[in-house]
T-cell receptor, first 114, second 111 residues
């Protein structure tokens, strides 16, 4: 069992659909992250949650809405996306207090918007 | 100014070459340092942590210079399988501490 699990692994959605990406970590970490990675581009930080509070929102469009109901789960709710939102969406977690530990990534959700 | 900055790359080297990546960070309060590797279409994975005294893992050597806020990764005797993107990552130790990722440096090792 991997430490960080993302579902679904692949998602195809229309521009008018609403879907959610799920991330679950079993590592007892208190910081969780959403990253976007478009083809042949570097990681782009979208959101950071630390101790279940959103501590960073990197000017992400409102069609992306994160939710962190508890320290083990992180969601990314999607609605009215655009084709340019097609990318690999990666979730990660780390232990952020008392000296930040390394981040563990989920395998990502490969999203295609049609 | 970005929290973590890396050599833009890409680096294209022959097998057997030695290649070095550099990284600088802006927050002097940073406490943890890592190098990650990301293969094409895969998630980033930890390559090695970086300690103040420097550390080595086989062909890979990482060094940290806190005074200059500089981190390096040296790969000796490059292999084809080393082709990947290498990410410099810096962490802060406050209660709301988190990690900051560099943009990554792409390495291609050719036969």
């Amino acid at each position: 069992e991997t430490g960080v699990t993302q579902t679904p692994r692949h998602l195809v959605m229309g521009m008018t659909n609403k879907k959610s990406l799920k991330c679950e970590q079993h590592l007892g970490h208190n910081a969780m992250y959403w990253y976007k990675q478009s083809a042949k581009k570097p990681l782009e930080l979208m959101f950071v949650y630390s101790l279940e509070e959103r501590v960073e929102n990197n000017s992400v469009p409102s069609r992306f809405s994160p939710e962190c109901p508890n320290s083990s789960h992180l969601f990314l709710h999607l609605h009215t996306l655009q084709p340019e939102d097609s990318a690999l969406y990666l979730c990660a977690s780390s232990q952020g207090s008392g000296g930040t530990t390394e981040a563990f990534f989920g395998q990502g959700t490969r999203l295609t918007v049609v | 100014r970005k929290e973590v900055e890396q050599d833009p790359g890409p680096f294209n080297v022959p097998e057997g070459a030695t290649v070095a990546f550099n990284c600088t960070y802006s927050n002097s309060a940073s406490q943890s340092f890592f190098w990650y590797r990301q293969d094409c279409r895969k998630e980033p994975k930890l390559l090695m942590s970086v300690y103040s005294s420097g550390n080595e893992d086989g062909r890979f050597t990482a060094q940290l210079n806190r005074a200059s806020q500089y981190i390096s990764l040296l790969i000796r005797d490059s292999k084809l399988s080393d082709s990947a993107t290498y990410l410099c990552v810096v962490g802060q130790g406050s209660t709301l501490g988190r990690l900051y990722f560099g943009r990554g440096t792409q390495l291609t090792v050719w036969p």
